[in-house]
């Protein structure tokens, strides 16, 4: 089992930077990929970025040279710098880790809110 917890969400101006966390916990070595999804109001929750535990990376097109994943071994954190905001990136955040075996199997947080006022 893995445990999930974001943190860092917010209200922000257009133009502006969040930078949202993850916390994970339980069975971490089983991890072979973390990642951001999103879930705007009345809308389909889309991926925004993940990071494998090679340290490879991938973006939406809609966040690419905006946001950047990164993560921390050793505090078991994955975090999404998110720059240059748009009232478009309003959403709840969900953090997401992905278990090749035993599985495949997907683990969630509960989200946070990030808003970009115009």
């Known amino acids: 089992q893995v445990q999930l917890v974001e943190s860092g969400g917010g209200l922000v101006q257009a133009g502006g930077s969040l930078r949202l966390s993850c916390a994970a916990s339980g069975s971490i070595a089983s991890i072979n990929a973390m990642g951001w999804y999103r879930q705007a109001p009345g809308k389909q929750r889309e991926w925004v970025a993940l990071i494998t535990s090679g340290g490879s990376t991938n973006y939406a097109d809609s966040v690419k040279g905006r946001f950047t994943i990164s993560r921390d071994n050793a505090k078991n954190t994955v975090y999404l710098q998110m720059n240059s905001l748009k009232p478009e990136d309003t959403a709840v955040y969900y953090c997401?880790?992905?278990?090749?075996?035993?599985?495949?199997?997907?683990?969630w947080g509960k989200g946070t809110l990030v808003t970009v006022s115009s």
């Open positions: 997401n880790a992905f278990q090749r075996q035993p599985g495949p199997r997907d683990y």
